[in-house]
């Protein structure tokens, strides 16, 4: 009897050891189980998309909680550059059609993965506090404005632009003394804002951010090309599916209603 009953409690003993192992196997299990890993995609943008992308990245990690949106702002120009020197990018937004078709002659963007995004204004700003009286554009040649803040031609978008409008009006050589150029265009805002300098030359759009300067005029469009915003995804992407789908909402009412909310207008709209 006694033996038997030895034999029932080695058996229970046994059997509570196994199910012992398969409950940790099964936890164990669960705890290796590798959880799904973030998709970071980087984004080179013009420095003049900062606040609307800032918004669209919120709204867009909410929609897609496996991504991870990463930007890189700067000047058109600068952002091209890096980006043929091999720096890594998903995605390039562009305030400049230049830029943008110069990475796709080099091949690093596909032609029929790029498209125009946006369209925006070039407007003349002054401090709120500004007692300049600006009438017209040839104003800016008065003694009373002693600096002017402008975008780096060569590398701003806006600065080029700009120099196209001034020219346009002849007056790009007469204000040269009084220039004070910027490495983008928030740079130039902020010129302004600190009252560093009398006038500056900056988008619509940023000039909407700002509670410290005013719209003294808004330069003709006949003045300057046509101010364009294409974005394209970048040949060397390595998630290209996640950097299509991202190009595609930025496409998408959604993205376009943030974007009008900061001042951009949607082409052939």
């Known amino acids: 009897m006694l033996k038997k009953m030895l034999s029932i409690l080695l058996v229970m003993v046994a059997l509570t050891g196994c199910a012992s192992k398969e409950q940790a196997s099964s936890t164990n299990g669960t705890e290796n189980k590798p959880s799904a890993q973030k998709v970071e995609l980087l984004i080179s943008a013009a420095a003049s998309l900062t606040d609307s992308l800032n918004e669209i990245k919120t709204a867009y990690q909410q929609e897609h909680n496996n991504i991870e949106l990463t930007f890189n ?141 005013t719209v003294a005029l808004t330069l003709e469009p006949d003045s300057h090309k046509a101010i364009e915003y294409p974005v394209g995804i970048v040949k060397a992407t390595k998630h290209p599916q996640e950097a299509d789908e991202f190009y595609k909402y930025l496409q998408s009412k959604a993205a376009q209603d943030i974007f009008i909310k900061y001042g951009f207008s949607i082409p052939n709209q």
């Open 73 to 213: 702002l700067a000047a058109s120009g600068t952002l091209q550059k890096q980006i043929e020197q091999g720096a890594p990018a998903d995605l390039f937004l562009s305030a400049g059609k230049k830029q943008m078709t110069a990475l796709v002659d080099k091949q690093l963007i596909e032609q029929d993965q790029q498209v125009n995004l946006l369209t925006n204004e070039l407007v003349m700003v002054v401090p709120k506090d500004s007692n300049l009286a600006i009438q017209n554009i040839k104003d800016i040649t008065s003694s009373n404005v002693k600096k002017i803040a402008v975008g780096e031609p060569e590398s701003v978008p806006v600065g080029n632009y700009t120099k196209e409008s001034l020219t346009f009006y002849q007056l790009w050589d007469t204000i040269q003394a009084k220039t004070v150029f910027a490495k983008d265009v928030k740079q130039v805002l902020h010129y302004v804002e600190s009252g560093n300098t009398e006038v500056g030359f900056v988008y619509k759009t940023d000039a909407l951010t700002s509670q410290k300067v």
